[in-house]
C-alpha cells in the first residue's frame, strides 16, 4: 500500500508558474512508475505526465515532471499557465515497468488530489 499527499496547488495567474508536489509514503517509493493526472470541471480526468522509476526527469512541453527518490517526492512543474489547466490535480504510483503508462488503469494508488485554479 502506498498513500499519496499532494500539495502546491493554488491560484495563478494566466501565463504564471507552478509547482505541485506529491510525497509518498513507503520507502520504496524508487520501484514505481509515478503518475499526473488531472480533472477539470465537468470532465474526464485525463492524463499529464508520467516518470519511469529510473528516471528522474522528463519534459512535456510546458509541464516537466521529475522525482526525488531520496524524499519520496514527484514533482510537476508547471509554466506558461492557461486557463484550461485549471483542475484538480491528482498524484498516481504505478508498477515500476520500463514502459509508461498513460492511462488511469495502470496505476494502483492516487492522491486526494490539489486544486489548481489559473485566472485569465
Known amino acids: 500500500q502506498v498513500q499519496l499527499v499532494e500539495s502546491g496547488g493554488g491560484l495563478v495567474q494566466a501565463g504564471g508558474s507552478l509547482r505541485l508536489s506529491c510525497a509518498a509514503s513507503?520507502?520504496?517509493?524508487?520501484?514505481?512508475?509515478m503518475a499526473w493526472f488531472r480533472q477539470g470541471p465537468g470532465k474526464e480526468r485525463e492524463f499529464v505526465a508520467a516518470?519511469?522509476?529510473s528516471d528522474s526527469i522528463t519534459a512535456y512541453g510546458r509541464f516537466t515532471i521529475s522525482r526525488d527518490n531520496a524524499k519520496n517526492t514527484v514533482y510537476l512543474q508547471m509554466n506558461s499557465l492557461k486557463s484550461e489547466d485549471t483542475a484538480v490535480y491528482y498524484c498516481?504510483?504505478?508498477?515500476?515497468?520500463?514502459?509508461?503508462?498513460?492511462?488511469?488503469?495502470?496505476?494502483?494508488?492516487w492522491g486526494q488530489g490539489t486544486q489548481v485554479t489559473v485566472s485569465s
Open positions: 513507503r520507502r520504496t517509493f524508487g520501484i514505481y512508475n
Open positions: 516518470i519511469r522509476f
Open positions: 498516481a504510483a504505478g508498477r515500476g515497468t520500463y514502459y509508461v503508462g498513460r492511462t488511469r488503469e495502470e496505476y494502483d494508488y
